[in-house]
C-alpha cells in the first residue's frame, strides 16, 4: 500500500477583521485586578479604580450577592460594600 503525504495548511496570521477564538489551552491576557461575584471571577482590569467601579455597579444592583476586587499580584482582596441608602 502507497503511504500519502498531508501536508497541513500554515498559519501566518488571521484575516483582517477575525478575531482570535480562545480556548483552555490559550487563555486571555489578565489584568492585575480580578472583578469576583460570589467568588467566581468575572473580569479582569489593569487599574484598581476600573475594577472597583464595575465592582460598584454590580453591588448597587445586585446587593445580597458577594462582591470583591483581588489583586493578584499583592494577593489580597477587597469586598466592596453596598452604597448607603437614603
Not at 496570521?13 to 467568588?39: A, T
Amino acid at each position: 500500500m502507497a503511504t500519502r503525504q498531508i501536508k497541513m495548511p500554515v498559519k501566518d496570521g488571521l484575516p483582517q477583521g477575525v478575531e482570535e477564538v480562545l480556548s483552555q489551552r490559550k487563555q486571555p491576557e489578565r489584568g492585575r485586578f480580578l472583578l469576583q461575584v460570589d467568588r467566581q471571577t468575572k473580569g479582569s482590569y489593569t487599574t484598581l479604580e476600573a475594577a472597583k467601579a464595575a465592582a460598584s455597579v454590580i453591588k448597587k444592583n445586585y446587593p445580597i450577592v458577594k462582591v470583591a476586587v483581588y489583586d493578584s499580584v499583592d494577593n489580597s482582596n477587597t469586598l466592596v460594600e453596598a452604597p448607603a441608602s437614603r
